[in-house]
């Protein structure tokens, strides 16, 4: 697979390198990489990966979403940096949920959505205030249940993924 094709730090147009031009144009150029919304150096930029990536989140949208992962010679992926707890960060992954479909729904090669990215992050953080809005998207209509009125959403992935992330915020809160 050509390097474009992954969503690597290495082609993301938040390395500070690239003067937000996404792409393997400058691989093998000495350079930083420093990814510009995380304040943080990337290693090994053909090996890490954040779902705010070109592919991922076409919009470019410049406040970190989850965590920053990296894979292994045989493409293990795992957690590398957590994203930082911080109020900001909390805000902003509720007012994703909040105006769901105002970020691109685009698939994240991890086997997540971008919300399902989102929601993980809730979850980690046990934020009892996404509650209200899981249940919304929880609640939305499937394309099993009526293709007519389905919301524009990714496939039912995302509904499923609320209902089971609501079902995890609501055990931790007993």
Not at 41 to 51: G, L, M
Not at 61 to 87: C, H, S
Not at 121 to 131: C, G, L, M, T
Request: one cysteine or more; charged letters at 25%; aromatic letters at 10%.
């Amino acid at each position: 697979m050509a390097n474009e094709e992954k969503y690597f730090c290495g082609t993301c147009w938040f390395n500070l390198g690239y003067k937000d031009v996404p792409g393997d144009y400058h691989a093998g150029e000495p350079m930083s990489y420093l990814c510009v919304i995380r304040k943080v150096e990337i290693s090994d930029p053909f090996r890490a990966y954040c779902a705010n990536h070109t592919h991922g989140v076409p919009l470019k949208v410049a406040m970190p979403i989850g965590p920053i992962y990296q894979d292994d010679a045989l493409e293990n992926r795992k957690v590398w940096i957590p994203l930082e707890d911080t109020p900001e960060n909390r805000l902003f992954h509720l007012e994703c949920l909040r105006n769901l479909g105002k970020i691109a729904m685009a698939e994240y090669p991890l086997g997540k959505t971008i919300f399902g990215i989102i929601m993980g992050q809730v979850i980690e953080w046990r934020e009892s205030r996404a509650i209200p809005f899981l249940r919304r998207i929880a609640g939305l209509p499937t394309q099993r249940d009526n293709l007519d009125k389905r919301p524009a959403l990714h496939e039912d992935v995302t509904i499923e993924a609320a209902t089971r992330a609501l079902e995890k915020l609501e055990n931790m809160k007993t």
